[in-house]
């Protein structure tokens, strides 16, 4: 485990590893949004509140997300302790991310769709953050495959993992999977016919049916009967994508977006389209 830069080499800064991929993941977002903004054709000036309404989103509901732990409240940390010093989820930042996109449109009257900006630069942040994770975090439950990360004793003792077994890469499934996600928006779905805003739809549900397999390997604490606590808010979530999706296909909805990005938001839109 790499808690800090130069623990990956002695030449680097002592920086925070996990802080670190998190900014650069934010980073490459940007320059993706950014080329798929003016792809589009936006040029809205309340373009900039919605992205700060995203990461002040994911901000706050990555850490409030995993704060009541414990049905005991004085188990759990004070919310300003959880706020500064609490551990972070992804899932929850997502949902952080939708709200605060959501919030920011009904404060400056926004009307348009926005999922299609965001779904590839939300993909290739996730891929560049997990690196982070998967220098800093426990790797997984131990795997006779080859492939297994083993941990030194020291390393171990850090993230609560058993020393000198291989352990599945989890956050390199993870990787994979969002690099594999981001090729597909990138190349292929952001230029098909495909309903304003689904794109991000259709990735959340792809990734929630994914982060679901993936946490019986992850190592995570179980919650209740098999399940850990993200696949327990998975099993609500997930199903209300899915069933979005397929009645928006069996109703034709689905596809019904033009196959070219000539969107051209303007401040006169008079239907509100949450994203």
Excluded at 111 to 131: H, K, N, Q, S
Excluded at 221 to 247: E, M, Y
């Amino acid at each position: 485990m790499f808690p800090t830069l130069q623990d990956l080499a002695p030449w680097l800064p002592p920086i925070e590893t996990h802080g670190f991929f998190v900014a650069l993941g934010l980073g490459a977002a940007g320059v993706v949004f950014l080329i798929e903004k003016r792809r589009r054709g936006v040029t809205d000036p309340r373009i900039p509140y919605l992205v700060l309404g995203a990461l002040v989103g994911a901000a706050l509901l990555s850490r409030l997300g995993t704060w009541a732990q414990h049905l005991d409240p004085s188990r759990n940390l004070s919310l300003v302790d959880q706020l500064l010093h609490g551990n972070a989820s992804m899932l929850s930042a997502l949902v952080g991310a939708w709200l605060g996109v959501h919030v920011a449109k009904r404060i400056v009257r926004y009307p348009e769709r926005t999922g299609d900006l965001f779904a590839p630069a939300v993909a290739l942040a996730m891929a560049i953050g997990r690196i982070g994770c998967l220098l800093t975090e426990r790797p997984g439950t131990p795997t006779g495959a080859g492939w297994g990360i083993v941990l030194s004793p020291e390393a171990a003792a850090r993230v609560g993992s058993p020393a000198g077994v291989p352990l599945h890469p989890s956050f390199v499934y993870e990787i994979v999977f969002h690099l594999a996600a981001f090729a597909v928006l990138w190349f292929w779905l952001r230029r098909r016919p495909i309903a304003a805003g689904e794109t991000l739809t259709l990735y959340i549900a792809a990734y929630g049916l994914f982060r679901f397999g993936v946490e019986f390997v992850r190592g995570n604490d179980v919650a209740w009967s098999i399940f850990t606590r993200p696949q327990l808010f998975l099993l609500v979530t997930i199903p209300i994508l899915l069933v979005r999706i397929a009645v928006m296909a069996r109703r034709g909805d689905l596809g019904s977006g033009a196959p070219l990005p000539s969107l051209r938001t303007t401040r006169t839109v008079p239907h509100d389209q949450p994203a």
